[in-house]
């Protein structure tokens, strides 16, 4: 027997010599040697716990399913796919840590320590099945999987969440998910989607320290119900108690932000459904459930279920998400950060399909599946106007952008506003000025906040007990009212509407009503007294009594499943706070008649709620409005949200982080701004918007006298204040200067220095004339007198080089405010315009496009938007101009020597621009004139039209007589390419619809010297298909088409294009830019050995007639290019039509 013992060790696992060893009887009992005492490794050891937990798992599902089936109800925190995954594993992984404990005690969990507890349970699991789903973007790029490896069996990482081994510091945007927020590679997933939650306390308590919920009492007893705990200390008065001194808006912007960090999932069933834990036989079931018991006096709720048997309150335990043996850990299905995640999502898939993809505009959406509750409609409705409004002007400012790049500028900015108006407005009025000082909470301008040591994640003390005091404040309706404080429609209950969007449809009233309604009607005061919606009817299916929660019951057993500490465990890490040993010992903390619920309710002061202890203590601080435990948790945490975040909207640890002019406009661009310039019909708004003031017949009102020496507040129309709030995506009026404490220079307001403003005149630089600046759109209107706005600050500045990068190649010239002038296929006033400009196959004649332009125009480039399904080769553009007695321009033609023949090449597909002095236009009757030289040519046109989107002509203004100056000491060198133009522009006199009877609003003449741009050159050739040249200028090339297949040649062609990007940007000394591309393309080199690697195994394949075989590996190839696609940031680096013209625009250059 020993001998087969010892055989069965050397050759098998340690639990198939468990199967062949036979008990022995010894006193009458049968024994089984533990696992520790065999010769057994860690890993044999925890293979066969897991094995033994998977079948445990599957069987307490089976039962549970069978048992207590699928909840019906309405029911939040739903639960997505990578969630309901991560519940599976830690499922196992928990029950896997009950079964080495109960069979061997808590110490051999210290014997798996440098073990992969998730890739064994993964080896046991075995690989899932293969998707071929493509992952959707949104977000920051690319990852090759969370574990940073590529296989030919898994080349991609399926998941919606991007989790890339290394992360690119010098990427100036945050991810959607967080990740790679922090710089540290140990700990680049903090405050990352499906990231766990942190401790206060630094750790959980449970009653069987791992997993069950906390039910114990200080005496071995049981801790009351929840419920109980609600009826006797949260119960409603009889008088409702609302807050003096604030609106209710203040409890919804707190419900606000916590949509935005917390969302931790409920725990699901096998197959994803929502699990009914009503019946107080659930917890018994299954480790997932936590009802709370109704108590036998219970006014409201049955005390009996239809059986017969005690009734409770249904409650699903939060997902546990742990990934390693130990206590249950729960996570956030949100990113931890201030990130706006209830906007633009936590994962990339969310975050595309709630976008437009085209100008970074949003879409309106619906949260994660379900309905919003009726008063967080107008928060919604208000931010997605905003972004988009934003987008508008950024993307008419910027028209060269991409989509994508547009997106992320307006997000960055919105966030920045949204942490503003947080820190500044709402935080102080919750802990107070003491708080906000002690935490290092106020603003104090741009510096290095980040610290790459704190763990920026919620807190399970945060996220269950301290910032859910609102919950207090909340009233139970929702009153409608306009902007003069008059009450319209009816109120809608909280109740009976909170998954119901009727109300929103009343005719009486709108949602904006509601916003309305919420700044002009209190709060209910921070403490014990709940409304009767809150503590009853939560949830609840019209017409069904009793089919609600009790919400802070909820939070009470919510804190108690997660394993927070009670009351007075927490108190002793609170400054001036220590554990008491009796009730009458919180005498300084809290008032008496709340010590005597107390009394009532707990037998002991260390079975207090953290929850109940929270909301009972008294504030210290008359600026705060909670105690000193729920102020210091809470500073806590935001002060972790402001350090722990590399892109918070004071730090300069990024290179995305705001410019001095963009930190100083949104300073003055407060919370009721944005809420009364998108909200309709807010005529008026307090400058505090969360102060309540009481409608009297003293109220200040728009435009009238006011009434007091001093109001308070003022009452203001936000949208005609002007300057003071003007938004940071304009300038200021003119280059006022602004000293910062933080930086050793001054910089003007509107983002240029001294060395950055080279569109000023040599000959005007000490008087300037404002009157002829150019306009510029906010929005509204036209805003004269105000520089165009730059987001790329100067290369001296920091903070904005970095986002001059490769990323924005469309935008090198962003030190000139170059003016956008578009030609759309809907403009009326333009030759062609209703209708796309079409070339017809075979035809003869060109097509004029007139640009009416009656004033001077140095045009800097010509962007053209074809049809997106049709890839033409080339269109060729000539431009002349009119004047009196020539229309076409016979005379008067000024061009850059481009072409042999004089015209101008502009490619589709790969951008070849034209730079600066392409044309002087120099007298006030011209008109400049794009003709269509020839019909499109392509390799292949299935179709028999090809038509022009739209038409963008880059330029700015010249003052009068500059463009006949310019144009003179050149005519020498002009005289002999003019008569090249001259015999070659098209010798046809317009008909007359085609002379423009409407002019395009004028431009403004400015002080604007020629400047000329390294053009960006086109893509190298690339095995070439055809003897045929294109057009182009740079011979044969490849067409998408066989491009589409053969991905190393498309990864090359991608690599020679950021060669030459990289060339261009050393010769412009943009070091950033450089930088940016040289890593690319060490990127590049990487995955290109890899893929030569596979190329010679397809062509083994090929040679053997083993198609099957090359047409996986060259599968892999393109999943291996599009990875590395992802990783470089492929879709910022290059423009749309260059990802085109590399036979990759159905993967990248769809935005």
Not at 188 to 216: C, E, H, L, Q
Not at 342 to 371: F, H, P, W
Not at 624 to 647: E, N, V, Y
Request: hydrophobic fraction near 35%; proline fraction near 6%; charge should be neutral.
């Amino acid at each position: 027997g020993l001998f087969k013992l010892i055989r069965l060790y050397k050759n098998e696992r340690a639990e198939d010599v468990v199967q062949h060893y036979v008990p022995c009887s010894y006193a009458n009992t049968s024994a089984i040697i533990p696992f520790s005492l065999w010769a057994a490794t860690p890993t044999d050891i925890l293979t066969a716990a897991m094995k033994k937990a998977i079948s445990n798992i599957d069987l307490i599902n089976m039962v549970a399913e069978d048992t207590i089936g699928e909840d019906q109800n309405p029911h939040t925190q739903k639960a997505t796919a990578d969630s309901i995954d991560a519940q599976k594993l830690g499922d196992i992984i928990q029950e896997t840590t009950h079964i080495l404990i109960t069979e061997n005690g808590a110490d051999i969990l210290n014997k798996f320590d440098g073990i992969d507890i998730m890739g064994v349970l993964n080896q046991l699991l075995g690989p899932k099945p293969s998707s071929r789903k493509k992952r959707q973007y949104g977000g920051s790029g690319g990852s090759t999987g969370s574990n940073g490896t590529i296989t030919s069996s898994n080349p991609l990482d399926v998941s919606c969440i991007d989790r890339p081994a290394t992360c690119d510091k010098s990427f100036p945007y945050r991810s959607i998910s967080g990740w790679c927020n922090h710089d540290d590679t140990a700990n680049r997933g903090w405050g990352s989607t499906m990231n766990p939650i942190r401790r206060f306390m630094g750790a959980a308590k449970y009653d069987d320290g791992f997993n069950s919920v906390r039910r114990k009492a200080a005496n071995g007893g049981l801790l009351p119900s929840t419920r109980a705990v609600s009826n006797n200390i949260f119960a409603e008065a009889s008088i409702p108690s609302f807050d003096p001194k604030y609106n209710h808006l203040l409890q919804q912007y707190g419900q606000w932000v916590a949509h935005d960090i917390i969302f931790t999932p409920s725990s699901v069933g096998t197959n994803g459904a929502a699990l009914d834990c009503s019946q107080c036989e659930s917890a018994d079931l299954t480790s997932n459930c936590a009802p709370i018991p109704v108590p036998s006096d219970d006014a409201f709720f049955p005390t009996k279920a239809a059986n017969g048997k005690p009734a409770c309150i249904r409650l699903t335990r939060a997902i546990n998400g742990q990934t390693g043996l130990g206590p249950r850990a729960q996570i956030n299905q949100n990113s931890h950060f201030l990130d706006l995640s209830q906007v633009y999502g936590s994962t990339d898939c969310v975050a595309k399909e709630l976008r437009t993809l085209k100008d970074g505009q949003m879409i309106m959406y619906t949260a994660n599946g379900y309905l919003l509750p009726p008063r967080l409609i107008p928060m919604h409705t208000i931010y997605l106007r905003q972004h988009n409004k934003w987008a508008s002007q950024i993307r008419q400012l910027r028209p060269t952008w991409s989509d994508n790049l547009v997106y992320h500028e307006t997000r960055r900015l919105m966030i920045a506003m949204y942490q503003q108006h947080i820190y500044t407005e709402y935080l102080p009025k919750i802990i107070g000025q003491r708080k906000m000082a002690e935490f290092d909470l106020n603003p104090s301008g741009l510096k290095n906040t980040y610290d790459s040591r704190v763990n920026p994640s919620i807190s399970a003390e945060f996220g269950t007990a301290a910032f859910r005091f609102g919950h207090s404040q909340a009233r139970k309706d929702i009153p409608r009212m306009t902007n003069n404080n008059v009450s319209v429609g009816a109120y809608v209950d909280l109740g009976a509407n909170i998954f119901y969007s009727d109300p929103l449809y009343d005719k009486t009233a709108t949602v904006f009503n509601m916003a309305q309604g919420m700044v002009n009607s209190p709060a209910m005061a921070v403490d014990r007294q709940f409304s009767f919606p809150i503590r009853h009817e939560l949830f609840a299916t019209r017409g069904k009594k009793a089919s609600g929660v009790d919400l802070p019951a909820v939070n009470v057993q919510r804190a108690r499943e997660m394993g927070v500490q009670a009351y007075n465990e927490v108190r002793t890490k609170i400054p001036g706070l220590a554990r008491v040993t009796s009730f009458d010992a919180l005498k300084n903390d809290m008032d008496q008649a709340n010590i005597d619920l107390l009394k009532k309710t707990y037998a002991s002061v260390d079975d207090i709620d953290l929850y109940v202890g929270i909301l009972l203590e008294r504030p210290t601080d008359p600026t705060a409005l909670l105690g000193p435990t729920g102020s210091t948790i809470i500073a806590d945490q935001f002060s972790a949200f402001k350090k722990g975040d590399r892109f918070f909207y004071e730090s300069t640890a990024s290179s995305g982080g705001l410019t001095q002019a963009e930190y100083e406009a949104l300073r003055n661009y407060p919370l009721a701004q944005l809420i009364c310039e998108n909200t309709d019909g807010m005529e008026q708004v307090q400058d505090d918007i969360f102060q309540h003031k009481p409608s009297t017949p003293n109220r200040v009102m728009v435009g009238s006298p006011s009434p007091h020496p001093a109001p308070s507040p003022t009452i203001r129309k936000v949208h005609e204040a002007g300057d003071k709030a003007a938004s940071p995506v304009r300038r200021a009026e003119s280059p006022k200067r602004v000293s910062s404490a933080n930086t050793t220079s001054t910089q003007p307001v509107d983002g240029f220095n001294n060395n950055h403003r080279r569109y000023d005149h040599p000959d005007e630089r000490q008087e300037r004339e404002p009157q002829q600046q150019q306009p510029v759109y906010d929005g509204r209107e036209f805003q004269h007198n105000k520089l165009p706005p730059n987001h790329m600050s100067n290369r001296n500045n920091r903070a904005g080089s970095a986002r001059k990068s490769a990323y924005k190649d469309e935008i090198a010239l962003e030190e000139i405010p170059w003016t956008p002038i578009v030609v759309s296929n809907e403009d009326p006033n333009v030759f062609g315009g209703g209708r796309g400009w079409m070339s017809q196959p075979g035809a003869h004649f060109p097509i004029d496009v007139v640009i009416g332009l009656k004033q001077l125009a140095n045009i800097y480039k010509v962007v053209v938007d074809v049809h997106n399904d049709i890839y033409p080769t080339s269109i060729d553009i000539s431009i002349g101009r009119g004047i009196a007695g020539d229309h076409m321009g016979y005379d008067g033609a000024r061009r850059a020597n481009y072409g042999a023949k004089g015209e101008m090449h502009f490619k589709t597909r790969d951008r070849a621009r034209m730079e600066s002095r392409t044309f002087f236009a120099d007298h006030v009757g011209n008109y400049v004139w794009l003709v269509l030289q020839r019909p499109y040519r392509t390799k292949e046109n299935p179709h028999e039209q090809v038509g022009i989107d739209r038409i963008v002509v880059l330029g700015y203004p010249m003052r009068e007589g500059e463009g006949e100056m310019m144009n003179s000491r050149r005519e020498e060198r002009t005289r002999a390419s003019s008569e090249v133009i001259k015999s070659n522009l098209v010798r046809r006199q317009p008909s007359a619809k085609s002379k423009p009877t409407a002019e395009v609003a004028p431009m403004k003449a400015s002080t604007a010297p020629q400047r000329r741009q390294t053009a960006v050159l086109p893509p190298p050739r690339e095995r070439p298909v055809s003897s045929k040249k294109d057009g182009m200028g740079d011979g044969m090339r490849m067409t998408g088409e066989n491009l589409a297949t053969d991905p190393l040649s498309t990864l090359r062609m991608v690599k020679r294009v950021l060669v030459r990007k990289m060339e261009s940007a050393q010769e412009r000394g943009f070091d950033v830019e450089a930088n940016t591309c040289r890593r690319a393309i060490q990127r590049l080199d990487e995955y290109e050995a890899r893929m030569e690697d596979l190329d010679e195994r397809r062509s083994d394949a090929l040679i053997h007639n083993d198609h099957n075989e090359a047409r996986r590996i060259e599968n892999t190839m393109a999943d291996c290019r599009d990875t590395c696609f992802r990783s470089i940031h492929v879709d910022l680096l290059l423009s749309k039509s260059e990802l085109r013209s590399i036979g990759v625009a159905s993967a990248w250059a769809s935005d």
